[in-house]
């Protein structure tokens, strides 16, 4: 049985979540992290030394860091489908894997922050420019999904699984944003997936 560490309002956990469901995978789920705590305890950090989420155990194999979850996830579920086997496909997932990471998520994490979970700490420009590298990255996403149906190409990925919490949150900000239909498409899309809308559509916090 596999086993899941991390509360559902975690963007990381999330992508997760949306990975477990896409592969109908029985699984438990423990409450950790913010208001839940146990990510500071010996125990935890015994599997996690980073006291973060998620954490999966299978069997008596333990791993963290939420994009290499799913992607074990996949390559043991899904070869061939939600985990290309042709090497260029699955670089191409891959690579919008690691913009998530790297490029979208870093900006939009500081703008979450100041609008929803510690609103008003962080300085004006500061908040200005991670606005305006969030709203750069959402340009990207934009063009990407004019192109393909998927982000990974014709048919659903992991790349889908790990983008579409932070797109979503995006989406829900208190804030002012430009339409931008190539994503609207790509996230009413993935809302019809198995299970998304119990995962995404919660209130931000």
């Given at each position: 049985m596999l086993t899941l560490w991390g509360r559902t309002n975690s963007l990381n956990v999330q992508k997760v979540l949306m990975c477990l469901n896409e592969l109908r995978l029985p699984f438990v789920r423990h409450d950790a992290g913010m208001q839940f705590g146990v990510v500071k305890t010996d125990d935890y950090?015994?599997?996690?030394p980073n006291s973060?989420?998620?954490t999966l155990q299978d069997g008596d194999f333990t791993l963290w860091e939420s994009n290499v979850?799913?992607?074990?996830?996949?390559s043991q579920h899904a070869a061939g489908s939600l985990w290309p086997l042709e090497?260029?496909?699955?670089a191409e997932a891959e690579r919008w894997m690691d913009w998530q990471q790297t490029v979208h998520n870093p900006s939009l994490t500081t703008v979450f922050w100041n609008l929803v979970r510690s609103p008003g700490t962080i300085g004006e420009k500061e908040f200005a420019a991670a606005c305006e590298r969030t709203e750069r990255a959402m340009d990207i996403l934009d063009a990407r999904m004019g192109q393909t149906k998927w982000l990974g190409g014709d048919h659903f990925t992991i790349a889908d699984c790990a983008l579409a919490p932070g797109v979503h949150r995006y989406l829900h900000l208190p804030?002012?944003?430009?339409?931008r239909a190539h994503v609207q498409r790509w996230y009413e899309a993935v809302l019809q997936r198995d299970g998304a809308k119990d995962i995404l559509l919660l209130p931000l916090s």
């Amino acid at each position: 049985m596999l086993t899941l560490w991390g509360r559902t309002n975690s963007l990381n956990v999330q992508k997760v979540l949306m990975c477990l469901n896409e592969l109908r995978l029985p699984f438990v789920r423990h409450d950790a992290g913010m208001q839940f705590g146990v990510v500071k305890t010996d125990d935890y950090m015994a599997m996690n030394p980073n006291s973060n989420v998620p954490t999966l155990q299978d069997g008596d194999f333990t791993l963290w860091e939420s994009n290499v979850i799913v992607r074990y996830l996949a390559s043991q579920h899904a070869a061939g489908s939600l985990w290309p086997l042709e090497a260029r496909q699955r670089a191409e997932a891959e690579r919008w894997m690691d913009w998530q990471q790297t490029v979208h998520n870093p900006s939009l994490t500081t703008v979450f922050w100041n609008l929803v979970r510690s609103p008003g700490t962080i300085g004006e420009k500061e908040f200005a420019a991670a606005c305006e590298r969030t709203e750069r990255a959402m340009d990207i996403l934009d063009a990407r999904m004019g192109q393909t149906k998927w982000l990974g190409g014709d048919h659903f990925t992991i790349a889908d699984c790990a983008l579409a919490p932070g797109v979503h949150r995006y989406l829900h900000l208190p804030m002012e944003r430009k339409a931008r239909a190539h994503v609207q498409r790509w996230y009413e899309a993935v809302l019809q997936r198995d299970g998304a809308k119990d995962i995404l559509l919660l209130p931000l916090s």
